[in-house]
Every structure is written in C-alpha cells, then in structure tokens.
Antibody
C-alpha cells in the first residue's frame, strides 16, 4: 500500500524558513516523480513544485519560484521542500503526492494527509 | 502559464442525476489532463488521468473526455458519496495548474 507521510509543518514567522519532509513507502520511490501541492484554508488546490525520478527535472509555481526548493533522497525514500522568505500567503496545508510516472508530467495518483504551515507573527 | 477555467463553480444535484463538469485550458494541452475529487478535510483523490483513463478502483460512473483545450468530467447516476469538490489539472507544462474547482452539492 502506498503511504506518504508529511512532516515539518507548524507556525513560522514571516520571512523565516521551513523545511517540509515526506516519507514514502509501499512503492519503488525512485521510479516515480513526486510533487508538492498546497491548499490554503477554504481555498482551491495549488500545485507548488514537482521533481522527476532522478532529480533531473524540477518545476515550480510562479508564486514560489526562487523561494522554494524541492529535492529528494532516493536512498531514504524521502521528498523535501525547503521554503524560505515565507509570507502569510504561504499559509496552507501542504500535500506530498506521487506522480503517475517517472516524469513530472501526468498527474498525481496518491497523496499524503498533508501538513499545515501557518505563517504569522 | 496555462490557465484552467472550470465550470460551473458549484452545482446542485440529486442522487441518480447525471452531472457534467467542464474544464477549458487557455492553450492546447493534448490529453494531459487529470481530474480529482476532494472531500472536506481529506486529501484529493485521482479519478481520471490522460483526459479519459479511469484510475484503478474508481467507479465506472465517472468518465472523462476531451482533448486540446476542452475537457469534460461526467458522473452518471450520482451517488451520496459523490458529493464533493472536483478539480481538473493540466499536466502538460510547468506550472501544472489546477482549475478553480466545482462543488457538487445537494
């Protein structure tokens, strides 16, 4: 069974940094692209970032480009999102998602339960 | 960036109804489109990928169609568990944008 468990969320002050982690199990991690998607409370889904199976290709939403960095450690079956220069607009539930294939394109077929990031002074 | 326009934003329906949701891309995306269902407090669930391929385990009353810029999600014979919010997502080019969502309610 595919399992994705996010961690690292919490309350952080504006301008500070935070690192999210996603522990994956139940599938061959390095066969698939991975994604981060977020959802502000009461709002719709926003794709944040994606990374191909071998980290050779990454992509970001315009809203986080230059502030967030996605990475993965295939030896540890883990996905990360380093977030910097956080603003209240980054407040959201952050979901880790497994891609449909090794490439970033194509969608996400399994999701974690999310971790809440609150940016506030 | 490719914009995804989803309509309607909400729809009232009854059990047994047929519901159709549309999604329009601002540029052609071939068949690189996915549909998701999300219930309150839960993570999204993949229903359809590649515009018309049914994800494993998803009931056959869900179907998707379209190519290029215009896409449709159809739910035949709506069931009580189908009341949720539905999102489309283009998976053709960065950033992988979502539509604004359609809430299916009683």
């Amino acid at each position: 069974e595919v399992q994705l468990v996010e961690s690292g969320g919490g309350l952080v002050q504006p301008g500070r940094s935070l690192r999210l982690s996603c522990a994956a199990s139940g599938f061959i991690f390095d066969d698939y692209a991975m994604h981060w998607v977020r959802q502000a409370p009461g709002k719709g889904l926003e794709w944040v970032s994606g990374i191909s199976w071998n980290s050779g290709s990454t992509g970001y939403a315009d809203s986080v480009e230059g502030r967030f960095t996605i990475s993965r450690d295939n030896a540890k079956n883990s996905l990360y999102l380093q977030m910097s220069s956080l603003s209240p607009e980054d407040t959201a539930f952050y979901y880790c998602g497994k891609g449909l294939s090794a490439a970033i394109y194509g969608g996400t077929d399994h999701w974690g339960q999310g971790t809440l990031v609150t940016v506030s002074s | 960036d490719i914009q995804m326009t989803q309509s309607p934003s909400s729809v009232s329906a009854s059990v047994g109804d047929r519901v159709t949701i549309t999604c329009q891309a601002s540029l052609g995306i071939s068949n690189w489109l996915a549909w998701y269902q999300q219930k309150p407090g839960k993570a999204p669930k993949l229903l359809i990928y590649a515009a018309s391929s049914l994800q494993s385990g998803v009931p056959s009353r869900f179907s998707g169609s379209g190519s290029g810029t215009d896409f449709t999600l159809t739910i035949n014979s709506l069931q009580p568990e189908d009341f949720a919010t539905y999102y489309c997502q283009q998976a053709n080019s960065f950033p992988l944008t979502f539509g604004g969502g359609t809430k299916v309610e009683i």
